[in-house]
Each structure stands twice: as structure tokens, then as C-alpha cells.
């Protein structure tokens, strides 16, 4: 687990509300990431009536504004070229899920076994925030 992780992920106006528990469940891992950053684009094509007012987050999640609303891809692009060249390792994850404790500890082991590979967790089991309260200890 050599190479520091930052985790990625975006969200749409519609969210906001619904943002906390994902992001406390990512701020609570067994493995602590080096960094969690929320992309917001600057504007959204499928929501030109935004007010550009910014979800509240959790101390620890970095809010990155971007210039272009790339859709579900604005947790991937940016970050991307962002970090392009640098030694670390890129988790992008979703703004609906719960992950539990031991999610970023176990993608990091299943990279450091298959270091030539792109590791993915399929979120069949994951609860969905929507799913009510859910324990993250």
C-alpha cells in the first residue's frame, strides 16, 4: 500500500441533501485515503437553473470545482488530468452508496496483487442511502 490513494467522486444539485452519509462512510475507512474530492462543475448542462449554491460537506472532503459538466464522468476527467504523471492511486466511487468500512483497504490489496490491472468493486451489495440508517463503526 505504497501509493497514496485520493478518492473521486461528483454529484448533481439534487443530491446535495443526500451527500453525508456517503461521504462520512469515505472519511471512515480502515485505510484512510490521502485525499477526498467532491467534483462540481461550475455549471450543469441538466441543470441550468442551478443557483450555484455548494452542498455543505464534512471536514476532510475537498470540494474541486471544474469548468466543464462532463456528467457521471466529472468524477473521472478531471481528476485524471489532474493527477496525470503522479504517484497515486485514483478510487473514483459513487455520490449514492454506503461503502463500508473496509472498502478502500480491500481495492488497495486486490491493486497491490494485481498491480497491472484496474480493480472494481460491483456495488450489487452495497445499501443504497436511500435504504435508511446504516452503522458505520
Not at 443526500?18 to 450543469?44: A, D, F, M, N
Not at 449554491?53 to 474541486?64: C, D, N, Q
Not at 455520490?95 to 463500508?100: L, T, V
Request: aromatic share 8%; hydrophobic share 35%.
Amino acid at each position: 500500500m505504497k501509493r497514496p490513494t485520493i478518492v473521486t467522486l461528483s454529484t448533481i444539485p439534487s443530491r446535495f441533501h443526500l451527500l453525508e452519509p456517503t461521504l462520512r462512510s469515505l472519511l471512515s475507512q480502515s485505510l484512510r485515503p490521502k485525499e477526498i474530492r467532491l467534483y462540481i462543475p461550475k455549471t450543469y448542462r441538466r441543470f441550468p437553473d442551478w443557483d450555484g449554491v455548494l452542498p455543505k460537506v464534512p471536514a476532510g472532503t475537498k470540494i474541486v470545482r471544474c469548468d466543464f459538466d462532463y456528467g457521471p464522468a466529472t468524477k473521472v476527467l478531471p481528476a485524471a488530468k489532474e493527477l496525470n504523471g503522479q504517484e497515486v492511486d485514483i478510487l473514483f466511487c459513487d455520490d449514492d452508496k454506503i461503502y463500508d468500512r473496509n472498502w478502500h483497504r480491500r481495492l488497495k490489496e486486490a491493486s497491490n496483487e494485481r498491480p497491472d490491472c484496474c480493480i472494481v468493486d460491483v456495488g450489487d451489495s452495497f445499501p443504497d442511502i436511500g435504504s435508511g440508517p446504516i452503522d458505520l463503526t
